[in-house]
């Protein structure tokens, strides 16, 4: 009988990926970036990413088996995919072929997502910009908004402060005054703040928010961490104090992850494949189980003192704003994008930053947790009140 030859030569001809055999071998060599061989330890097999910057307008398989239903049409990106091309290329290595089938078809989802996007108005009645690439293309001029890093930091750094010296009046460690300092200025730039720039302020809003995020997660978070170090030494003698401090520094992971991340970036060098798949899955798992975690503990019944909470409610999301808004639109004269970003960022809720430090240093993170509950309820108003003002 001639019919599994006549489905296997079937298959290869529409199919996008294709097997060399039962047996592993060596796969070929490519100079096509968008066509390339996996590294599967049982079978290699093609794969085609040219559909992506072409597009695609028709069903490829209408007749064939197996192959899912038709999504509909999209637009080719050639630009996009030409970035996206060397991690996809490190994602799929190590996947079976129905797997990367799967995997390819996720990637058109995102295509369609992407034109329904570009098709749908934003808040000020603009059309969103065409999506071509993930790597930044604004202008160093463009970029650098000293006013914007100024309003943001006074912002930040104002109410941290004012929060640590009121703390340590009322007896409180240099350590949980810190945290507590971290609770009444570290904003929820990172999960809240980018999306909600971009949805209000269009694809421009994006920048202003990953700078803010910087500033918010690695520098206030930084020197957070400092001080709680500092707090926790019992060494007498200063220079062994000092040495101690800069000991635990370079052991912790939340300071040293981010510094390692950025020299690595900065060097330009790339992991193997391998790596960079396990890495990948190991990076997507620490948001997740980070609010687990922070949901399991608001679950419980908590213990620990909680004076204090209103004050740091208050700080965090009306001192904050009121502080940078002063500097983004009276200090600086800030463009419209961005003294209405740096607004809208200080009106954001507490992070789950302080909760973190909290728990990795064994502090009292009840008084945190609550802060985090009730000024993410809070933000609701203040948001929405920040809106209005800004006619957005």
């Not at 001639?2 to 996008?16: E, F, P, Q, R, Y």
């Not at 490190?90 to 799967?102: C, D, E, N």
């Not at 954001?348 to 973190?356: D, E, H, I, S, V």
Request: glycine share 8%.
């Amino acid at each position: 009988m001639s019919i599994g030859k006549k489905d296997k030569d079937h298959l290869k001809k529409h199919a996008d990926v294709s097997a060399v055999g039962a047996e592993p071998t060596e796969p070929p060599k490519s100079d096509d970036p968008l066509d390339f061989w996996t590294n599967h330890p049982t079978e290699n097999y093609a794969v085609n990413l040219h559909p992506f910057a072409d597009g695609e307008f028709e069903n490829p398989n209408p007749m064939g088996k197996n192959t899912g239903r038709w999504g509909g049409p999209y637009i080719g990106r050639p630009n996009l995919i030409a970035e996206l091309a060397p991690a996809i290329q490190a994602g799929v290595s190590l996947l079976s072929k129905r797997s990367a089938a799967q995997y390819k078809s996720s990637l058109r989802a995102w295509w369609r997502l992407f034109d329904a996007y570009e098709n749908t108005p934003l808040a000020n009645g603009q059309r969103p910009s065409r999506i071509e690439s993930v790597t930044a293309t604004s202008t160093w001029e463009q970029i650098w908004q000293p006013g914007f890093v100024a309003s943001v930091c006074a912002g930040c750094v104002l109410v941290f402060v004012a929060t640590v010296i009121y703390r340590m009046r009322q007896l409180r460690r240099l350590a949980d005054a810190s945290i507590d300092g971290l609770s009444a200025a570290y904003a929820n730039t990172g999960f809240l703040g980018i999306p909600l720039c971009v949805l209000v302020l269009g694809d421009e809003g994006l920048l202003p928010a990953i700078i803010a995020t910087l500033i918010v997660a690695c520098l206030l978070f930084a020197v957070g961490i400092v001080l709680v170090e500092i707090s926790l030494q019992q060494e007498k003698n200063p220079l062994r104090a000092v040495l101690k401090v800069i000991k635990s520094l370079t052991a912790n992971p939340l300071l040293i992850a981010p510094l390692l991340g950025a020299a690595w970036a900065a060097s330009g060098w790339t992991l193997v494949p391998a790596a960079t798949q396990f890495l990948s899955l190991l990076g997507m798992a620490a948001t997740p189980c980070a609010l687990i975690s922070l949901g399991l503990f608001l679950a419980q019944k908590q213990e620990g003192r909680r004076d204090g909470t209103a004050g740091l409610v208050a700080a965090k999301l009306v001192l904050q704003p009121l502080v940078t808004g002063f500097f983004a639109f009276r200090v600086f004269e800030l463009p419209a994008l961005w003294a209405n970003s740096a607004l809208l960022l200080s009106a954001l809720p507490t992070g789950t930053g302080p909760f973190m430090l909290a728990s990795f240093y064994n502090r009292e993170a009840a008084l945190v947790s609550r802060v985090i509950l009730l000024t993410t309820l809070g933000s609701l108003v203040t948001i929405s009140v920040s809106l209005y003002l800004l006619g957005l």
